[in-house]
């Protein structure tokens, strides 16, 4: 069975509810001649703010929304992990307190390694990441640790000049895969030996005219890694 697409879930959701394209264009806050044609599949789909408010009227799952729109799954739902997380941590109540959290993030998984302690001073740890090493702080006395990188805490740069003096990690990479959402570009990085996935605004990647293959240091603060002991790893 072929994938619907982002225009097709929107007008039979649309239809379904008895929304002319004027009505819902005017709860989502865009034009409806735009709308008709997001529909039809001539324009792409709209900016993240705008497919929130098509989920809410429309009553559609917002990751179906997105993935149909031609992003990964995975992408969307560390985005909405990331903000329910934050959320719950602020005490929010409603939909997106600490109750209705989902249990993992699959984009996180995927930045998860376990590596081996080179290097103590204090705190701040020397790992084995592939053939690169990278600083930590860990309280834990263990050799083997669980290293995790969020996403969205790498920065990208074509120059590693630019921000060694002030990241604790500036790592040469190659850019595997671009996967753009609205405003949301996800870059996939290939190291020696390992991979991290990244999160960015797509201006900013736009702004740096990546293509597939090109040559970046991904730079991360030792401060924003997460590490404790193997086997001890949770999200709260």
Request: hydrophobic fraction near 40%; include cysteine.
């Amino acid at each position: 069975m072929p994938k619907r697409t982002f225009g097709l879930l929107v007008r039979e959701a649309r239809t379904q509810k008895g929304y002319s394209l004027r009505s819902l264009a005017e709860k989502i806050g865009i034009d409806y001649s735009r709308l008709a044609k997001i529909e039809h599949g001539t324009r792409p789909a709209p900016e993240l703010a705008e497919v929130r408010r098509m989920s809410d009227v429309l009553d559609l799952d917002m990751a179906d929304l997105i993935v149909a729109s031609g992003t990964s799954r995975e992408v969307m739902e560390h985005l909405l992990w990331s903000e329910r997380l934050q959320e719950a941590a602020s005490g929010a109540d409603g939909p997106c307190a600490a109750d209705h959290l989902p249990e993992r993030s699959v984009l996180l998984d995927k930045n998860t390694y376990r590596v081996d302690v080179v290097e103590r001073d204090g705190a701040l740890c020397t790992l084995r990441l592939g053939e690169a090493r990278i600083r930590a702080f860990s309280f834990s006395d263990d050799e083997k640790l669980t290293l995790r990188i969020p996403p969205e805490a790498v920065i990208v740069h074509t120059s590693p000049t630019a921000a060694a003096s002030t990241a604790e990690n500036v790592l040469p990479m190659r850019v595997k895969k671009i996967r753009r959402l609205g405003q949301v570009t996800n870059l996939v990085l290939e190291g020696a030996g390992f991979e991290i996935n990244t999160l960015h605004s797509g201006r900013s990647v736009d702004r740096m005219v990546l293509a597939m293959e090109d040559v970046v240091c991904a730079m991360v603060q030792a401060t924003s890694l997460r590490v404790e002991p193997t086997g001890r790893f949770s999200y709260a």
